[in-house]
Nanobody, 121 residues
Framework: QVQLVESGGGLVQAGGSLRLSCAASGIISTINAMGWYRQAPGKQRELVASIISTGSTNYADSVKGRFTISRDSAKNTVYLQMNSLKPEDTAVYYC???????????????WGQGTQVTVSS
């Protein structure tokens, strides 16, 4: 089985920064994409940022210029650097990994358990 371990969430004042980490472990053949999603109460889960195998990145319009996604392929770890945080960034943040995972190996996605990010005024 493949597990994702998230860390870095917490409480921060508006204008502050947080760095989220998500490390994948277990049986991993190849990773196609890694990403961060978030879900606030009463809202649908939305894609915040993603990075694919080529290194290309994509961001939600609401976080462009403030958030940066990166990866360490050797560690199967994806990061989300969050700067200039706003109260509307408050949500549970989930990491996701898509690739050939597990045994028997199949192409599928695995979700992290989620980490709370709270931005106060």
């Amino acid at each position: 089985q493949v597990q994702l371990v998230e860390s870095g969430g917490g409480l921060v004042q508006a204008g502050g920064s947080l760095r989220l980490s998500c490390a994948a472990s277990g049986i991993i053949s190849t990773i196609n994409a890694m990403g961060w999603y978030r879900q606030a109460p009463g809202k649908q889960r939305e894609l915040v940022a993603s990075i694919i195998s080529t290194g290309s990145t994509n961001y939600a319009d609401s976080v462009k210029g403030r958030f940066t996604i990166s990866r360490d392929s050797a560690k199967n770890t994806v990061y989300l650097q969050m700067n200039s945080l706003k109260p509307e960034d408050t949500a549970v943040y989930y990491c996701n990994v898509n690739g050939r995972l597990g045994f028997p190996s199949t192409t599928r996605s695995v979700w992290g358990q989620g980490t709370q990010v709270t931005v106060s005024s």
